[in-house]
């Protein structure tokens, strides 16, 4: 156990919570220490303190950038109590341990999320508070370190239990998250610095979260799982509102933003129904019931317990449809009063709004973990911008818009993906096969048993557009597409046997397209 706290120093941006703080560590007879508005807020509190400057000795200079900067703080801080030469230091240079530290950061994050200009952000780059952080951090062992004030109660609590000091296994758990938030204020202002001096792929690419949730497992009851948020602005699942249900799980999360991402994808009305990350049905609509229930027909079987997304306001009447079947998870930009009431019916089911749709054209990075590194590329933004009809037969404008937005949904499906389409909805999907045939084969089937379970004469394939989201290596995987019905053909095209494939495309009497783009998502 350490000896009792008898200096403290608070110097924070986020108030939330200081004035009390102040004040008990002062009616626990500590001395308190703070610098510019900190000690004037406590002073207007009437708790009692000391201005930094005053403590040692020396003004703040240069607009406040050094303040704290100072042998008479750090030496306060890094001594080590028990160390004999570290306390003749002090007695020499009459240094004072400085016992508990409560600094959080000048708020570079936010300014710059709040669009400010470049001087601006460099002036909200704090450098007194990261390093006394790190010299308190460092001497945990006889220095406590709050940088968060949602900690200041698990300090009191533990003073009041221990004759005014702090266990040194709280000191280390304090110290690790005040490590781990300067790392992060690094990560942030590292980011941005790439960005102003347009590195893509610095030398060292920094990554920083903080957790919002932990979860009772991951993918499989034995993996322990939880979700960090990264103050990425684009609206979405990390910064959604929960109005309803449970708790969301790992594979609920991930789902969700795979579904939430694939309907952002569209400025018509549309609805995306996801299983396993992959689209069971989209469509788009001249109402939201519209494209809920077109793309809920397009497979019914697998709708049951997925995640419905949508890219309008949910109303009752879409909202009536849906709690028809188990549904997991619903999200939306925002949901009406009559929605609301429809839904609280359903106590379990998860709802979430976001206030917006993110722009699918912004760009960002993706992540995946490999042993011994990580492989981080650009999102996957980009749209359509020419396409070339490369066979006889040119499609007709409404072939054209249903090839566009196949295409787009199997920018979303797991590779090897194809997608049948017809006005404006998915009827078959095939996804994830190892064998670009065996996806036209299984979509093909989905859209003859959608047809059947609607009482539908013949497959939706029929007459339907195929969309591939890459190349088709050989005419058999085309001409499997022409035989389930397809009359349409969109591709990125690219392959070594691309006159092969147009010449069978020709024979089948079939439109087709080259996009130049490929959507491989694995």
Request: contains cysteine.
């Amino acid at each position: 156990m350490s000896e009792p706290i008898r200096r403290v120093l608070l110097s924070v941006s986020d108030k939330t919570g200081i004035v009390e703080f102040a004040r008990f560590l002062a009616d626990q007879g500590a001395q308190v220490l703070s610098t510019g508005g900190t000690a004037k807020m406590l002073s207007d509190a009437g708790v009692p303190v000391t201005e930094v400057s005053e403590h040692t000795g020396f003004p703040e200079i240069m607009d406040g950038r050094v303040k704290t900067l100072q042998p008479s703080i750090h030496g306060g801080l890094l001594a080590v109590r028990d160390n004999a030469e570290h306390i003749k230091a002090m007695e020499e240079h009459n240094i004072q341990p400085i016992d508990l530290l409560c600094v959080n950061l000048y708020p570079f994050e936010a300014t710059l999320a709040g669009g400010a200009e470049y001087d601006d952000c460099v002036e909200n780059i704090d450098i007194g508070g990261p390093a006394m952080i790190r010299a308190a951090a460092k001497n945990h062992g006889d220095v406590t370190v709050v940088v968060e004030p949602e900690d200041y109660q698990l300090v009191m609590d533990e003073m009041k239990a221990h004759s005014g000091s702090t266990t040194l296994k709280t000191r280390k758990f304090l110290a690790q998250r005040a490590y781990a938030r300067t790392a992060a204020y690094d990560a942030a202002i590292s980011t941005w610095l790439a960005d102003e001096t347009d590195q893509i792929w610095p030398k060292r690419l920094t990554f920083a979260g903080e957790i919002k949730q932990t979860m009772r497992y991951g993918e499989n009851p034995h993996q322990a799982a939880a979700f960090y948020v990264n103050g990425d602005p684009r609206p979405g699942v990390a910064s959604a509102t929960q109005l309803q249900g449970k708790e969301l799980s790992y594979n609920n999360l991930n789902d969700t933003d795979a579904a939430f991402e694939l309907v952002a994808e569209f400025s018509d009305t549309a609805c995306a129904i996801i299983k396993h990350a992959n689209p069971c049905g989209v469509a788009v609509g001249k109402t939201l019931l519209e494209a809920y229930n077109n793309a809920y027909i397009c497979d019914t079987e697998s709708a049951f317990g997925g995640i419905v997304a949508l890219n309008r306001t949910l109303d009752g009447a879409t909202a009536e449809e849906i709690v028809k079947i188990f549904t997991e998870v619903i999200i939306a930009p925002d949901i009406d009063e009559d929605a609301l009431k429809i839904l609280a019916g359903k106590k379990n089911l998860r709802v979430l709004t976001t206030g917006a749709m993110p722009d699918p054209t912004l760009g960002g990075r993706t992540v995946k973990m490999l042993a011994g590194g990580l492989l981080v590329q650009g999102r996957d933004n980009a749209l359509i911008e020419e396409l070339k009809v490369v066979t006889d037969k040119a499609p007709t404008d409404a072939q054209m818009a249903d090839m566009k937005f196949a295409y787009t949904v199997g920018k979303h499906i797991k590779s090897n993906a194809i997608v049948y389409c017809k006005d404006g909805r998915t009827v078959g999907i095939g996804a994830g096969q190892m064998s670009r045939v065996n996806s036209c084969r299984i979509a093909a089937f989905r859209a003859e048993q959608a047809a059947k379970a609607q009482g539908a004469d013949q497959s939706w394939a029929i007459g339907s557009v195929v969309a591939s989201d890459a190349f088709f290596p050989f005419a058999d995987g085309l001409l499997e597409a022409v035989e389930a019905g397809a009359v349409a053909a969109i591709q990125p095209g690219g392959s070594m046997r691309d006159n092969e494939v147009i010449e069978a495309a020709n024979k089948a009497g079939i439109s087709m397209v080259f996009t130049g783009m490929r959507h491989f998502r694995h």
